[in-house]
């Protein structure tokens, strides 16, 4: 499975060309695709027109959406927060720990366009997709 970050959906809703969202175009068919619901959110919390809002959400709701959250995974972000910041690096959003440490313990890789994860990949090794 692939999940694919909010920052990959921005830039696509968007119609940017990003190394991210060319290779994400053909695979929306190809792959196993999921978001979980911290990504849906984001996504969702940023479009402003109500028609939009809609079919984004339907399309969105296609992929296979994960629940994230309760205590084991908030303990297993906060250590790898503290993890990483004990090796020099300072994650700026606590929403991209909570992502990829669901991603590190479900074995999930994952599209992203955020330097907040490379840490995870370096140090973690989180599995990521470079296209």
Excluded at 13 to 26: F, M, N
Excluded at 82 to 92: E, F, I, N, Q
Aim: a negative charge; glycine letters at 6%.
């Amino acid at each position: 499975m692939i999940i694919v970050d909010t920052t990959v959906w921005v830039d696509y809703l968007r119609g940017a060309s990003t190394a991210q969202t060319d290779w994400l175009e053909p695979e929306l068919e190809r792959q196993r695709l999921g978001i979980t619901d911290l990504i849906l959110c984001e996504v969702l919390q940023g479009i402003r027109e109500e028609p939009l809002f809609e079919r984004v959400r339907q399309e969105l709701l296609k992929l296979e959406v994960f629940a994230t959250g309760g205590v084991a995974l908030a303990v297993a972000a906060a250590e790898h927060y503290r993890r990483l910041r004990a090796d020099g690096y300072t994650v700026r959003r606590t929403i991209d720990c909570l992502i990829a440490t669901f991603c590190l313990q479900h074995g999930h890789a994952l599209l992203h366009n955020d330097r907040d994860f490379d840490p995870f990949e370096q140090v973690l090794s989180l599995t990521v997709i470079h296209p």
